[in-house]
């Protein structure tokens, strides 16, 4: 079993979608560059380029595209902390020689193709640091532009969720539910998590395939739940009334995932383990926290138990 962080389920799950990608490109790159990426020929990679110690922040996804009428690629990186990263231009720029090394080896190609980097981030607070490698570089600015061509820079396109409002996010269905939960995962309360997931399950509406509509719900609904530990017993039965009447579709997913939630003691047994505090209590719900995707920062918060036993106790579900 793969454990996967929840943030980085729902992103892959929906932006590695072909449609929802080309929706994302179509709507959000600058028009300069989209009239020169064929996105018709968009193709997802199954490479993923971040290394084991930054998997709990970071996820990324990598599409093949015809570029101004050459191979190219689109490569996203996530950032799915609830802070930023000071180094964000330098692990992007080794993921992208791993990307030119990769094509390299397997084609023993002499030349490499163009890589446009994206970076998507959805912190509680707004990103403030510069979008090229030089700003990383101490005194880059200043230097003599007959220096700095011997320094490599380069600039990524940035899309900062938690200044975006509900104006500002366009697109189809999903890409409008992914953006606008993600934009509200970090930053609103119970209550206003709440009306953020009533407005994107309102958008569900817009899809004419309903089989599609109520598959994305349950992925939105695991999501919210998985990455918000702090929501009660409360929060879910207000989700589910209102689901009741605004979604009838998705009550039968709803109801689901509570007996699922029940089984596999996301409420009670999270609840007994932390009244209890016995050890043994607090290793099976970091068990059924592990195996529900939850994030490994949240089980920590939650359990008291150290993050190298909790890593311990992943391996061993993975084998």
């Keep these: ?27 959000y790159l600058p028009g300069n560059i ?27 996804l990598l599409f093949k595209a015809n570029i101004n009428n050459r ?26 020689m791993e990307i030119w090394e990769t094509k390299s080896k397997k084609e023993k190609a002499d030349e490499l193709p163009v890589i446009i980097p994206l970076v998507v981030y959805h912190g509680k607070d707004r990103w403030k640091i510069g979008t090229t490698l030089g700003e990383m570089i101490v005194g880059y600015k ?4 007959d220096i700095k061509k011997f320094t490599p820079n380069y600039e990524y396109l940035l899309y900062d969720l938690s200044q975006f ?92 995932l509570a007996e699922i939630f029940r089984e596999e003691g996301k409420e009670e047994g999270i609840l007994k383990g932390m009244e209890v505090g016995a050890k043994q209590g607090k290793i099976e719900v970091a068990k059924n926290a592990i195996r529900e995707g939850m994030e490994l920062g949240l089980i920590e918060k939650l359990t008291g138990l150290p993050k190298k036993e909790i890593g ?8």
């Excluded at 997802?44 to 922040?57: M, T, V």
């Excluded at 000071?86 to 992007?92: T, V």
């Excluded at 200043?142 to 532009?145: A, I, Q, R, S, V």
């Design 1 to 27: 079993m793969k454990i996967q962080n929840p943030h980085d389920r729902f992103f892959k799950e929906t932006l590695g979608k072909v449609e929802v990608a080309k929706d994302f490109l179509n709507n």
């Design 34 to 60: 989209i009239k020169v990426i064929d996105v018709d020929t968009l193709e997802p990679q199954k490479d993923s380029f971040i290394n084991k110690e930054l998997q709990e922040g970071f996820s990324d």
């Design 71 to 96: 191979e190219g690629y689109i490569y996203f990186l996530f950032e799915h902390k609830s802070y930023t990263r000071k180094d964000i231009a330098f692990q992007l720029l080794r993921y992208m």
């Design 142 to 145: 200043d230097l003599p532009e």
């Design 165 to 256: 409002t509900d104006d500002e996010i366009k697109g189809e269905a999903q890409l409008r539910i992914l953006f606008t939960t993600l934009r509200d995962i970090f930053t609103k309360d119970s209550k206003s998590l709440q009306d953020s997931v009533f407005r994107a399950v309102s958008y569900l509406r817009e899809l004419d395939d309903k089989k599609t509509g109520i598959e994305y719900f349950e992925t939105l609904m695991r999501y919210i739940f998985n990455a918000r530990a702090d929501l009660t017993r409360a929060d879910f039965n207000e989700v589910v009334k209102k689901i009741e009447t605004t979604y009838p579709e998705g009550s039968e997913v709803v109801m689901t």
């Design 312 to 319: 311990k106790i992943a391996k061993e579900i993975e084998n």
